[in-house]
């Protein structure tokens, strides 16, 4: 439960308590972003047609392209363009 900061004679709470909660946005490495885009990448292309479940397909086609906005955008583009590929690749096996 959260509890209201009070104290007498104080600022009003709203002050004290403006950036009590507030973390700091993490951006991850940009190397390690590309080695998971790789491992991805690396597993498809192993694959002769699609062997992940469906569960798996939904968390990939979400997380792949939302990793891709923490390179450059043209690197990020040629990433999401080279899993589309692999993509259709796999559908259409």
Do not use: N
């Not at 940009?30 to 885009?37: A, C, E, G, H, S």
């Not at 498809?44 to 699609?50: A, I, N, S, T, V």
């Not at 469906?54 to 979400?62: A, G, H, T």
């Amino acid at each position: 439960m959260h509890r209201p900061c009070t104290s007498r004679g104080a600022p009003a709470q709203e002050t004290l308590c403006a950036g009590a909660s507030k973390q700091p946005q993490l951006q991850p490495h940009p190397d390690r972003v590309r080695r998971r885009l790789e491992a991805i990448l690396a597993e498809m292309r192993g694959e002769q047609k699609m062997a992940w479940d469906f569960s798996i397909q939904l968390v990939y086609q979400k997380i792949f392209p939302d990793m891709t906005h923490f390179l450059p955008e043209e690197e990020g583009a040629r990433y999401r363009a080279d899993f589309e590929r692999e993509w259709m690749r796999l559908e259409t096996a």
